[in-house]
T-cell receptor, first 109, second 114 residues
């Protein structure tokens, strides 16, 4: 049974820092992995999708990597800004969609 | 393209009542998904449609829950005889066909059972 975990559960950093969020999954037979952002009381905004054959994807200040063999993905955020404060969730797609519990990020001005 | 929209945004009801939520997906998207999210957790998959066909249902979807997508466009999720444990955010997402298509989410319907 696929399980997805995210570490840390919460993170607080000063503005301008680079940071890494981690996502781990137990079954490497996935189609893809997607990173989302969720603001309080809102739905999810898709940030990056990495297909199983890819190693990384980049969008602006965001870079996501995928290592299927080790069951890990990281989301790297460069030069963090207060507007990056949100919960970040990863989801793995195999026969089902399994979300991690999320990492709550606070970027302090 | 106005994105995925959900209605209502909030619903407060007494235990035992029936509730119905609506989701309007992005118009070109064939797939439509329903999720439930409780505080501090990631969304949990409930069910999904390919056009009007309901292709998969989670064990979380008890017989009190029913979802429809009659014309392959908007979808409704009905909960009958609501219980306190049904209190959650109900999220809808849509995507194109295919295993590598990103899902686009609506802002959800927050259900509170009194």
């Amino acid at each position: 049974k696929q399980e997805v975990t995210q570490i840390p559960a919460a993170l607080s950093v000063p503005e301008g820092e680079n940071l890494v969020l981690n996502c781990s999954f137990t079954d490497s037979a996935i189609y893809n992995l997607q990173w989302f952002r969720q603001d309080p009381g809102k739905g999810l905004t898709s940030l990056l999708l990495i297909q199983s054959s890819q190693r990384e994807q980049t969008s602006g200040r965001l870079n996501a990597s995928l290592d299927k063999s080790s069951g890990r993905s990281t989301l790297y955020i460069a030069a963090s800004q207060p507007g990056d404060s949100a919960t970040y969730l990863c989801a793995v797609f195999d026969d089902k969609v399994i979300f991690g519990p999320g990492t709550s990020l606070s970027v302090i001005p | 393209d106005t994105g995925v929209s959900q209605d209502p945004r909030h619903k407060i009801t007494k235990r035992g009542q029936n509730v119905t939520f609506r989701c309007d997906p992005i118009s070109e998207h064939n797939r439509l998904y329903w999720y439930r999210q409780t505080l501090g957790q990631g969304p949990e998959f409930l069910t999904y449609f390919q056009n009007e066909a309901q292709l998969e249902k989670s064990r979380l979807l008890s017989d009190r829950f029913s979802a429809e997508r009659p014309k392959g466009s908007f979808s409704t999720l009905e909960i009958q005889r609501t219980e306190q444990g049904d209190s959650a955010m109900y999220l809808c997402a849509s995507s194109y066909d295919g295993t590598n298509q990103p899902q686009h989410f609506g802002d959800g319907t927050r259900l509170s059972i009194l």
